[in-house]
C-alpha cells in the first residue's frame, strides 16, 4: 500500500472477498462509497467526515475547558471533565459561602439603630469654639480696601451683605468665602468709587 492517507480506506479485493464470506452477508459495504483506484479498491464511509468534525469540536472544547480551569492533573479527557467539575464545585462552596457572609452582614446592619442627628445652633457652635464675630479692614490702595468678616452662619445672610456693600458703591474684585464650625470667615478685595 504505497499511497498516500487521504481520508480514505484502503481493502484490497481479496481482503473484501474473505470478510464476506466469513460473515455470509454484505452488510460489511453498508454505507460505504466504492472508489477504484487502479490495483486497489477503496471504501470511503459516509461519516468518517462528519466523525472527524465531531472530534475536532469536541477536542477544541476540552481545551478551551483545560484553558478556563486553573487546576488540570493530566492531559486526557477524563481528568480535564472530572478536574473542572471539581473547580466548579469549589466555585459554588465559595458563592455560597460569601453569600452567607453578606446575609449576616445585612442582618448586623439591621440590628445597629441609626444615630441621631443632632442640630447644634451656628452660635452655639462659634461659641463652642472660642469663634467671636469680626472685621477688619485695611487700605491697600488709594479706592481699594481689603476687608476680613467672620459673622455668624445663618441662610441667607451672605448675600444680603453683597447686596447691602452693593447698595454703597462698593464693588467686589476678589472675594472668598469659607464656612467652618459655625461661621463664615469671607476675605474680600473691594474697590470703592465715591461719587
Known amino acids: 500500500m504505497g499511497?498516500?492517507?487521504?481520508?480514505?480506506?484502503?481493502?484490497?479485493?481479496?481482503?473484501?472477498?474473505?470478510?464476506?464470506?466469513?460473515?455470509?452477508?454484505n452488510r460489511g459495504r453498508m454505507g460505504k462509497k466504492n472508489y477504484d483506484n487502479g490495483e486497489t479498491t477503496v471504501f470511503k464511509s459516509k461519516n468518517l467526515e462528519t466523525e472527524r468534525r465531531r472530534r475536532e469540536k469536541l477536542s477544541s472544547r476540552l481545551l478551551m475547558l483545560?484553558?478556563?480551569?486553573?487546576?488540570?492533573?493530566n492531559m486526557n479527557k477524563l481528568t480535564i471533565v472530572d478536574d473542572a467539575i471539581t473547580y466548579i464545585k469549589v466555585l459554588q462552596d465559595k458563592v455560597q459561602n460569601l453569600s452567607q457572609e453578606l446575609y449576616e452582614?445585612?442582618?448586623?446592619?439591621?440590628?445597629?439603630p441609626e444615630p441621631k442627628i443632632v442640630e447644634v445652633d451656628d452660635a452655639q457652635e462659634m461659641k463652642?469654639?472660642?469663634?467671636?464675630?469680626?472685621?477688619?479692614?485695611?487700605?491697600i490702595g488709594?479706592?481699594?480696601?481689603?476687608v476680613k468678616m467672620v459673622i455668624e452662619k445663618k441662610r441667607g445672610r451672605f448675600r444680603k451683605?453683597?447686596?447691602a456693600m452693593n447698595g454703597f458703591g462698593m464693588e467686589y474684585i476678589d472675594t472668598s468665602v469659607t464656612s467652618i464650625k459655625g461661621a463664615f470667615l469671607i476675605t474680600a478685595c473691594i474697590r470703592v468709587t465715591l461719587t
Open 105 to 112: 452582614i445585612d442582618a448586623t446592619l439591621e440590628e445597629i
Open 128 to 139: 463652642n469654639w472660642g469663634i467671636q464675630e469680626e472685621v477688619r479692614v485695611t487700605q
Open 3 to 25: 499511497h498516500a492517507y487521504d481520508d480514505r480506506l484502503y481493502v484490497s479485493l481479496d481482503e473484501l472477498l474473505d470478510f464476506n464470506g466469513e460473515n455470509g452477508s
Open 66 to 73: 483545560r484553558s478556563l480551569v486553573p487546576i488540570i492533573t
Open 161 to 163: 451683605l453683597m447686596e
Open 142 to 146: 488709594e479706592n481699594k480696601l481689603w
